[in-house]
């Protein structure tokens, strides 16, 4: 069953139909409030004895059982006898309510308000005035005399202020100022301490055109805080009203005023229009979400969490296509082969793949395809390395939405699926031709179609593969196409692939004290970024590459900070340090790196390790699969390192192997 409980007001349980459950008397209603409070965790027996009864009688344990089990009765009525419960089980020492977050509207309200401060003014105005309609009365209105629900009451209490607060500044940035007087009016009767709701009332009253009612307001607040709380208005009121009587500018930027403002009125007129149907909210919602995906920072593990939770919901509603069009709405190119969230990646390739499962006959093929790039696009860096590429589910789901983007002659939708195809082109080294191929047909189809993310993310393909293939003026002028798309349309992220690429060249054509100075600002701008796929060991590893070309020491940096590359570094700073036996015995075991733009430098530095271990089997093993690499640039890959030309490095390598019948110091 899918149960809801509710406790923002008098305790009480509904089944899916929104049918009130018969939960019997306040005992039985204390117990499950109880367990609200605990929140998922488990609360003793003798913890749930001492807080239903001052002076508990004999037989407290036996009658708190019956409770529990008239309550599993009310909450699972089909629940077959001798069945182990599902919502309210009995675990070690006590009981638990094992119910999600939207199963119990103070949680649910929780998140709600937690979650508006990422939303736009428009969606925090609709999510918030949906979450203070759960309200019912005080929450655990009929349990609020125990000590134990006190607190929680008063916590809940503490945040449906907060959202009537974050309401009316969302309805004031909207423009909306007229539409929040009365709400807040009203509030401040019965909370007279929120000075900030006061602010709130004053500016509200200013935009609306009611000066002399702000200033009014300004007065009745001292006088209420002086009788109540014998206090003063705090500085910010004062402030506020030294504003409003000399009609500071600032206060309102006027109809049109601000783009903030024409920015915010454009989405209240698009929340207004929006059909309240849940599938076009689902689309609406994961376009918004691939919007923000580029915004940088925390938009884009926002995006990333809001995209999961709609695709979940398209999910819930069963119906595929809708479940497709969700999906497939978020067409975030992706220049990178290493995921921010490895296990938010493989929910999505297995929603993509249930979906595509579950698409009826005669579904349409761009649905399909989609899904497909999907797959393709979310199992980056998966490539398997004990095998062919091509046996790989991703592998060739890349290629079949390719095939079915060409057939349909779709231009955007194959701009997309080449964006897959390029995320799966690493079934050996030595293939940044056949990338910049791909970054040259996306840079078509994207200026073609009208396609600006698309155009910057040929771009980036097309100056990670020429820094590979030892062409750096072609390089350096994608990356100068790409800075000035993204800051013609503010495509923040962009700017972290191309401050890495130019420390990269300047560690190939520098001093080593420049190269670490511009490795030290490429690693700033990762800060903040919201890309730990890519910053994720990145910037030790680049700091190794500086020791290798300059001849300096190899960098102290503790294990955690060389992130997923540590196993592939390990062996050669344990040769560095003269422990040849202990690097060989770690080479013998290493296994190939991932197949993805790491993974030439991954093999120079196993290349550089067996070099100083004298362990041949383990140089032989980088020879071979670096050997099809032999016409590029070491780490260029990425367009984030130079460990100089993989050929130089062959050659010392092959010599190597050419005299291993050498005596070796064990």
């Given at each position: 069953m899918r149960v809801t409980v509710g406790v923002l007001g008098p305790v009480a349980a509904w089944d899916a139909d929104g049918r009130p459950l018969g939960l019997k008397g306040p005992r039985h209603r204390a117990v499950l409030a109880r367990l609200v409070v605990a929140r998922r965790r488990v609360v003793p027996v003798p913890r749930l004895v001492a807080d239903l009864w001052d002076e508990p009688p004999k037989d407290a344990v036996s009658a708190l059982r019956t409770f529990v089990a008239a309550l599993r009765r009310a909450l699972e009525p089909d629940r077959p006898p001798r069945a182990r419960p599902r919502l309210l089980v009995t675990e070690g020492p006590g009981y638990a309510l094992r119910l999600a977050d939207e199963r119990v509207d103070a949680w649910r309200f929780e998140r709600a308000v937690t979650d508006v401060a990422e939303l736009p003014p428009a969606a925090a105005v609709a999510r918030l005035t949906e979450a203070l309609g759960w309200w019912r009365g005080p929450a655990y209105a009929d349990v609020a005399g125990a000590d134990w629900a006190r607190t929680a009451a008063g916590r809940l209490a503490e945040l449906r202020c907060q959202a009537v607060e974050r309401r009316a500044e969302a309805q004031i940035a909207l423009g909306a100022a007229a539409e929040a007087v009365p709400d807040l009016d009203a509030y401040l009767s019965e909370h007279p301490w929120r000075e900030d709701a006061w602010q709130l009332l004053v500016l509200a009253l200013y935009r609306s055109g009611r000066q002399a009612d702000a200033l009014a307001v300004v007065r009745r607040a001292r006088h209420t805080l002086a009788e109540r709380l014998g206090v003063d208005p705090g500085p910010r009121?004062?402030?506020?009203?030294?504003?409003?009587?000399?009609?500071?500018?600032?206060?309102?930027?006027?109809?049109?005023?601000?783009?903030?403002?024409?920015?915010?009125?454009?989405?209240?007129?698009?929340?207004?229009?929006?059909?309240?149907?849940?599938?076009?909210?689902?689309?609406?919602?994961?376009?918004?979400?691939?919007?923000?995906?580029?915004?940088?920072?925390?938009?884009?593990?926002?995006?990333?969490?809001?995209?999961?939770?709609?695709?979940?919901?398209?999910?819930?509603?069963?119906?595929?296509?809708?479940?497709?069009?969700?999906?497939?709405?978020?067409?975030?190119?992706?220049?990178?082969?290493?995921?921010?969230?490895?296990?938010?990646?493989?929910?999505?390739?297995?929603?993509?793949?249930?979906?595509?499962?579950?698409?009826?006959?005669?579904?349409?093929?761009?649905?399909?395809?989609?899904?497909?790039?999907?797959?393709?696009?979310?199992?980056?860096?998966?490539?398997?390395?004990?095998?062919?590429?091509?046996?790989?589910?991703?592998?060739?789901?890349?290629?079949?939405?390719?095939?079915?983007?060409?057939?349909?002659?779709?231009?955007?939708?194959?701009?997309?699926?080449?964006?897959?195809?390029?995320?799966?082109?690493?079934?050996?080294?030595?293939?940044?031709?056949?990338?910049d191929a791909i970054g040259a047909e996306v840079l078509d189809l994207a200026r073609r179609h009208e396609l600006v993310r698309y155009e910057v993310l040929g771009h980036l393909i097309r100056l990670q593969a020429r820094a590979a293939l030892a062409d750096p003026a072609g390089a350096d002028r994608h990356a100068t196409a790409a800075d000035r798309l993204a800051e013609r349309h503010g495509l923040a992220l962009v700017g972290v692939f191309t401050t890495w690429y130019r420390a990269s060249r300047v560690a190939a054509t520098g001093s080593a004290s420049a190269a670490e100075a511009a490795y030290r600002r490429a690693a700033e701008a990762l800060v903040g970024a919201g890309m730990p796929g890519l910053a994720a060991g990145l910037p030790a590893v680049a700091a190794l590459s500086l020791a290798l070309r300059h001849g300096g020491p190899l960098p102290e940096v503790p294990a955690a900070e060389w992130g997923p590359y540590e196993v592939w570094v390990r062996p050669l700073l344990t040769a560095w340090r003269g422990e040849r036996a202990a690097a060989r015995a770690a080479l013998r075991a290493l296994p190939a790196p991932p197949r993805d733009l790491m993974s030439e430098a991954l093999w120079c530095l196993v290349g550089r390790a067996a070099l100083l271990a004298g362990e041949h089997a383990a140089l032989a093993r980088a020879v071979e699969a670096l050997r099809p690499a032999a016409g590029e640039v070491a780490g260029a890959q990425g367009g984030l390192l130079d460990l100089g030309p993989v050929a130089e490095h062959l050659a010392a390598w092959t010599a190597e192997l050419a005299g291993n019948d050498r005596p070796r110091d064990d």
């Open positions: 009121l004062r402030r506020l009203e030294a504003d409003v009587l000399r009609q500071a500018e600032h206060l309102d930027p006027g109809p049109g005023g601000s783009a903030a403002q024409i920015w915010a009125q454009a989405t209240a007129a698009y929340e207004r229009a929006l059909p309240p149907s849940a599938h076009t909210r689902l689309e609406s919602t994961a376009g918004l979400m691939r919007d923000l995906a580029v915004t940088g920072g925390g938009g884009l593990a926002a995006a990333g969490r809001h995209r999961v939770a709609a695709v979940a919901a398209a999910e819930q509603l069963g119906d595929p296509l809708l479940t497709a069009r969700v999906i497939g709405i978020y067409d975030v190119p992706a220049n990178w082969t290493r995921a921010d969230d490895p296990e938010q990646a493989r929910w999505l390739v297995a929603a993509a793949e249930r979906t595509l499962a579950a698409l009826p006959a005669g579904a349409p093929e761009r649905a399909r395809a989609r899904l497909l790039g999907t797959v393709a696009l979310e199992s980056r860096g998966t490539l398997p390395v004990d095998r062919p590429a091509t046996a790989d589910r991703a592998y060739r789901a890349a290629a079949e939405a390719e095939r079915i983007a060409r057939r349909l002659a779709d231009g955007p939708l194959l701009a997309f699926a080449l964006n897959g195809v390029w995320m799966q082109t690493f079934e050996r080294t030595g293939l940044a031709g056949r990338r």
